[in-house]
């Protein structure tokens, strides 16, 4: 038994097959991208405004991802800047067409903050900051392919009321992609 063991062992490396191997340069994996376009102009900007001053503004955003992404838009509490105006500020948000900053090509296709208008004083900048502070609980979910885009027409009310005399707001909304 044990020679034929050392036969075996032996005789099996002796048994050898023929193997060859060839590579393929160049191959390469490279992730996708999720991205948005910065919008040129501010939303508002208004100096010296008294209660029941209103306006509108819009907004293009373009999306510039190589990946399908889904588009929220929200405001976080940091977000909210300023003395306090924010509270004394309704706002209503649509999403549309267009492409002028002065909104005089918009065609709306959706409310996504304040249905009611500007006649609803509850809606506030505060208040949708409270609502939408975040992507999970962002407005208007939509589906981006490269170069879509998408206009948002912001309207804007201040409220008569003594207390918003001399405050200020700054404001900073936030679009955000994900695949």
């Not at 819009?58 to 300023?82: D, E, F, K, N």
């Not at 900048?125 to 589906?143: E, I, K, L």
Request: net charge negative.
């Amino acid at each position: 038994m044990v020679v034929t063991l050392s036969c075996w062992a032996i005789w099996r490396p002796l048994y050898a097959s023929f193997a060859a191997t060839a590579g393929m340069p160049g191959a390469q994996v490279r992730t996708g991208m999720v991205a948005l376009g910065s919008p040129a102009n501010a939303i508002v900007s208004v100096t010296g405004a008294i209660p029941g001053s209103f306006g509108s503004s819009c907004l293009r955003i373009t999306y510039t991802g190589s990946l399908t992404g889904h588009v929220r838009l929200y405001l976080t509490p940091a977000g909210i800047a300023g003395t306090g105006l924010a509270s004394y500020l309704t706002l209503q948000v649509k999403q549309g067409s267009g492409g002028n900053v002065d909104c005089s090509d918009f065609v709306p296709a959706a409310t996504v903050y304040n249905p009611a208008g500007l006649i609803d004083t509850t809606k506030t900048v505060t208040a949708f900051g409270a609502a939408s502070p975040g992507y999970a609980t962002g407005v208007d979910s939509w589906t981006a392919a490269t170069s879509d885009t998408r206009t948002y027409e912001f309207n804007w009310q201040l409220q008569d009321d003594n207390a918003a005399e001399s405050r200020t707001a700054s404001l900073t909304f936030t679009w955000e992609a994900q695949s």
